[in-house]
């Protein structure tokens, strides 16, 4: 084998323990995340108070809440009264913990008449990647 062989072949196998060393540490990091998807039906008439009352709770706990790590809402496209919520917690100690927030109990209280139906749907994280 010459040297610069021996050097594509060193540099492949290191490559290839890099890759492996960050598919470890991804898998790691999503270890014991709680991943759910909140489908939500709002009453029509009342869709801009929910959609105020949803972004002063999302907005609080991203703030305040470090186990929250993440919280998308967006509404089915044609049919802006179905919201769509997908909700990442650092684990499932985080996810009671949110429970319990005075924020998150002023939304659930504010927007009771508002919401008509709400399925909660739980998941198995297969990837969260993030740019």
């Known amino acids: 084998m010459t040297l610069r062989g021996g050097f594509l072949v060193c540099a492949t196998m ?3 323990c890099v890759l492996l060393v960050q ?12 991943v759910r998807m909140a489908e939500l039906t709002i ?10 009352a949803l972004t002063e709770e999302i907005t609080t706990s991203l703030r305040v809440e470090p186990g929250v790590l ?3 809402a967006v509404a089915v496209k ?3 009264n179905q919201i769509r919520i997908l909700e990442i ?3 499932d100690a985080a996810y009671r913990a949110h429970l319990l927030m005075p924020h998150f109990k002023k939304y659930k209280s504010e927007t009771a008449n508002m919401v008509k139906s709400l399925t909660l749907v739980e998941t198995d ?4 990647g993030t740019k």
């Not at 009453?43 to 105020?52: F, M, S, T």
């Not at 994280?125 to 969260?128: E, K, N, Y």
Request: proline share 5%; glycine share 8%.
């Open 70 to 72: 993440s919280l998308l």
């Open 43 to 52: 009453d029509g008439e009342q869709l801009d108070a929910y959609r105020a």
């Open 78 to 80: 044609g049919h802006p």
């Open 125 to 128: 994280p297969i990837l969260l």
């Open 89 to 91: 917690y650092r684990d």
């Open 14 to 16: 290191v490559a290839a």
């Open 23 to 34: 598919r470890s540490a991804m898998a790691a990091q999503q270890e014991g995340r709680l």
